[in-house]
C-alpha cells in the first residue's frame, strides 16, 4: 500500500507562485502515472494535472494550462506541482494520487491518494 504526504501548502498573495511537493512511499512509485486534484469549499474534487510513470507526457486541466507545471524525480520518490500567477480561484486543498497504471487515462483512473495540503490565494 502506497503512501503519498503533501507538502508545500500556504496562503499566498494573487500572482505569486508556490511549489507543492508530494513523498510517496514504496517502490512503485516509477510504474505509475501520478497526478494532482484539488477541492474547494463546497464544490467536488477536480482534475489539475497528471503525469505519465516516466515523466514525459503530461496533461493539465483548462483552468492551469499555462500557469502550472507537474514534475516528477523517480529515484527520489517525488511529485511536483509548480503553480504560477495564482488566482484566488485556486484556493482549495490540494491531493496527490497515484493511477493504478503507468499512463494516465481518466480522472477516475487513480486509486490512491494523500490527505491534501491547503493552498490559498488572496486577492
Known amino acids: 500500500q502506497v503512501q503519498l504526504v503533501e507538502s508545500g501548502g500556504g496562503s499566498v498573495q494573487a500572482g505569486g507562485s508556490l511549489r507543492l511537493s508530494c513523498t510517496a512511499s514504496g517502490r512503485t512509485f516509477g510504474s505509475h502515472a501520478m497526478g494532482w486534484f484539488r477541492q474547494a469549499p463546497g464544490k467536488e474534487r477536480e482534475f489539475v494535472a497528471a503525469i505519465n510513470y516516466i515523466g514525459s507526457t503530461t496533461y493539465y486541466s483548462h483552468s492551469v494550462r499555462g500557469r502550472f507545471i507537474i514534475t516528477r524525480d523517480n529515484a527520489k520518490n517525488m511529485l511536483y506541482l509548480q503553480m504560477n500567477t495564482l488566482k484566488p480561484e485556486d484556493t482549495a486543498v490540494y491531493y496527490c494520487?497515484?493511477?493504478?497504471?503507468?499512463?494516465?487515462?481518466?480522472?477516475?483512473?487513480?486509486?490512491?491518494w494523500g490527505q491534501g495540503t491547503q493552498v490559498t490565494v488572496v486577492s
Open positions: 494520487a497515484r493511477e493504478r497504471g503507468p499512463d494516465y487515462s481518466a480522472p477516475d483512473g487513480f486509486g490512491s
